[in-house]
């Protein structure tokens, strides 16, 4: 079997890292101190001149007052002061709210404040907004009766919208007045203007109330859940009595919610149904306006997930009609945006039809017009089209699929230009009007990197270059992440990385500890600043355990045929790849192949405890956080993506199920879950508990009340990787 190993050069380290004075990294230095925090441009967004962007910033040097400031794009300076949090005083107030969030209006002359947020799941929170206007600086309550979600002022600015107890209210700035438009909203009953927990969560879509462009309707989504099974949860709080939470999460297999699209006219107080077809049994993962006022556009797809339809609907009598289809022979899954052109006529789709990821302009009579970008690379990012120069601009990992680059390119294909010229992974903000962007570079050695440029590329300005958290890493001896292929059973090359003790002495064999996700569009393996992830590898590496991270098969970004040749079968291609790269280490003359680990969190967490089964004899211990064991027990509409129904593939669904594998387990087990997870239940690691039981196999468990899927309240991210840390220095 041919395997090698390739390094690419570290980009920030030379042989005077080695030499320098070396200070020990600390898991008080990652999780408490910030030691290692990078500067960041946060919170910034385009104001409608396309000459000036908005970002969290002081508003001046000496005071150093926390504000919302206003910039130039092609100076990078401070033109003015937004408002300063300190001033976001409501009316009849003395003391400025707790700041959580802002929507600025499309007039640019009031914000949405909110404050008092609390998240409901992943994406959703709800909050007590209030209206600021820019100009008197007055602050007002959106609506006294109660907290709301997903505030939105209207196009014009004259109203806002908002989601409360299921409903959908609006209010009318000028008169203040709040007008309610649904009545029939009721917790795991009827949610309007809101999404589901599997349409939020698998989908990214906690929104579901959609402004027309002339800000006369509104469309919305309706879920009826009646038909849903819930799940229930303990939540220990503090109190003397434990609470019980229940909410309608699908299972595979199990009913989903049956959605509708309706249409709210303001001028007749009234709503229509969009005919979104007469299957209940399907998903409608995206809604949007088209340029015409009258026409929404939005996405059919069945439940197998492999046939999705764009359908133009009439916003004034329901009527709908299909424009485009597309099918699979496995899964379809949604690219955004959909870009709507100026002519009418036709629409900008993102696709892995031909076998990458690319971009097509199609007709809204279904005909493919044109592909615009061709090659053996993945479209990564879509950033927009620029009207007047008739220029789409895009993010793509071509040459190299563990770095990312900035493009520009005609809609006929001509005139392709890379962006970004530095190597590593390169993100982009544009400007409206597509003049200017904000570029994020990093590497996996060099911090973030935020520039100014315009849209041909050329440098304007630098706006932070992490110049202090660069040196700071050469004095904590960081050591640099080496880039390698390795070559699975069937012949398949896979990317990874490695981090190695900066002082390896000759002779000398270590441990190593493999980090995985693993899972359906996901990548570990990219040149890029990775944060906290990447500070806690490198204090393990100090202190002598080699950290190496491979991509298996059915991941991300490296074409249609290996991300889905997993389809149907998750686990048993990706545990068979991470099998072979802890062989592979295993015959290198610095690694002892008896103690060689594995860890991951969520699927990662599937996979290291699934790998700790199948992989027996190869790994000595796993870690294993908020692990899926068992695909029965995950949501509908993520696992029958990549696994069709439970009735029709029960191998699939059981072969590879770590619940199922237990007997076969020989190494050490670090078992971690939170026990309020919506996520991924606290159920699967009950169940794994179970198996391990009946197998007579030892384990070790981290359970943490309350908490999520992150584990992040309190202490608890803190408390969570110290016992990790000795986890690993026993077993390993």
């Not at 009439?314 to 597309?326: F, K, L, S």
């Amino acid at each position: 079997m041919k395997r090698f190993i390739s390094t690419i050069s570290a980009f920030l380290f030379g042989t005077t890292l080695f030499l320098s004075a070396q200070n020990t990294i600390t898991l008080d230095d990652i999780y408490k101190n910030g030691t290692f925090r990078a500067e960041y441009s946060y919170g910034g967004a385009s104001l409608k001149d396309g000459e000036h962007y908005v970002a969290f910033g002081v508003a001046d040097s000496i005071k150093k007052e926390q504000a919302l400031v206003e910039y130039e794009y092609k100076t990078g300076k401070q033109i003015a002061v937004f408002f300063k949090l300190n001033e976001l005083i409501p009316t009849g107030e003395t003391k400025p709210v707790d700041f959580a969030n802002y929507v600025l209006s499309s007039d640019e002359s009031k914000v949405l404040i909110a404050t008092e947020q609390e998240h409901i799941y992943r994406y959703s929170t709800k909050e007590t907004n209030y209206v600021y206007d820019l100009k008197t600086k007055k602050m007002t309550p959106l609506s006294t009766n109660g907290k709301q979600r997903l505030a939105a002022f209207s196009p014009d600015g004259k109203k806002v919208s908002f989601v409360r107890d299921n409903n959908i209210f609006i209010v009318d700035l000028e008169t203040g007045k709040e007008s309610q438009v649904t009545t029939d909203g009721e917790w795991n009953k009827i949610i309007n203007g809101g999404t589901d927990w599997v349409y939020e969560e698998e989908f990214a879509l906690p929104n579901g109330l959609y402004w027309s462009p002339d800000s006369k309707k509104v469309a919305y989504y309706r879920f009826d859940e009646s038909r849903v099974k819930e799940f229930q949860m303990t939540m220990y709080n503090t109190g003397l009595y434990p609470e019980p939470y229940s909410y309608k999460y699908p299972k595979a297999g199990e009913e989903n919610s049956s959605v509708t699209l309706h249409v709210y006219d303001l001028a007749t107080k009234q709503s229509i149904p969009v005919n979104v077809g007469a299957k209940t049994d399907q998903y409608i993962p995206r809604v949007m306006w088209t340029k015409d006022a009258n026409t929404l556009a939005f996405l059919r797809l069945n439940r197998l997930q492999n046939n999705m339809e764009l359908l133009f609907a009439n916003a004034t009598d329901g009527t709908a009609r299909v424009i485009y289809t597309e099918k699979s022979d496995t899964y379809l899954e949604v690219y955004d945006p959909i870009v709507f052109l100026p002519d009418g006529k036709s629409f900008l789709w993102t696709s892995d039809m031909d076998g990458w990821v690319q971009e097509y302009q199609i007709g809204t009579d279904g005909k493919i017009m044109n592909q615009i970008t061709k090659g053996e690379f993945d479209i990564t990012d879509v950033y927009g089209y620029d009207e007047k120069t008739k220029t789409f601009y895009y993010q793509s990992d071509e040459g190299n699929a563990t770095q990312r680059d900035v493009y520009s390119i005609k809609l006929d294909g001509s005139s392709k230009k890379k962006l970004s010229t530095r190597v590593g992974t390169n993100t982009a903000n544009f400007s409206e009007g597509m003049k200017y962007y904000l570029n994020v570079f990093s590497n996996a050695n060099t911090p973030y990197f935020i520039t100014v440029n315009s849209s041909n590329g050329k440098q304007i300005k630098v706006l932070k270059d992490n110049a202090k958290l660069a040196q700071k890493v050469l004095t904590y001896g960081f050591s640099p992440k080496e880039f390698f292929k390795v070559t699975d059973r069937d012949g398949v090359s896979l990317n990874g990385w490695m981090i190695k003790p900066n002082k390896m002495e000759a002779g000398k064999k270590y441990p190593v500890l493999q980090v995985v996700y693993g899972g359906p569009g996901s990548n570990m393996v990219v040149d890029a600043w990775t944060g906290s992830g990447l500070y806690w590898h490198e204090m393990l590496a100090q202190q002598g355990v080699i950290i190496v991270a491979v991509d298996n098969r059915g991941t991300e970004f490296r074409g249609k045929a290996f991300k889905k040749c997993t389809y149907g079968q998750m686990g048993k291609l990706e545990s068979a790849d991470q099998i072979d790269v802890a062989k592979y280490l295993g015959t290198l003359p610095y690694v002892d192949k008896n103690r060689i680990g594995i860890w991951g969190w969520s699927y990662g967490g599937y996979m290291s405890s699934l790998c700790l089964a199948v992989g027996a004899d190869v790994f000595k211990m796993a870690i294993a956080v908020a692990p899926v064991t068992n695909w029965r027990f995950y949501d509908s509409i993520y696992t029958e993506r990549y696994m069709g129904l439970p009735k029709d593939n029960a191998h699939g669904y059981d072969d590879f199920s770590p619940v199922n594998n237990m007997d076969k387990l020989k190494g050490k087990l670090l078992l971690v879950h939170g026990t309020g997870d919506d996520n991924v239940h606290f159920q699967n690691s009950v169940e794994l508990i179970n198996a391990l039981i009946d197998a007579n196999k030892q384990y070790e468990f981290y359970m943490y009340p309350d908490r999520n899927h992150g584990i992040r309240d309190g202490n608890s991210t803190y408390h969570l990787y110290t016992k990790m840390t000795d986890f690993i220095k026993t077993n390993l």
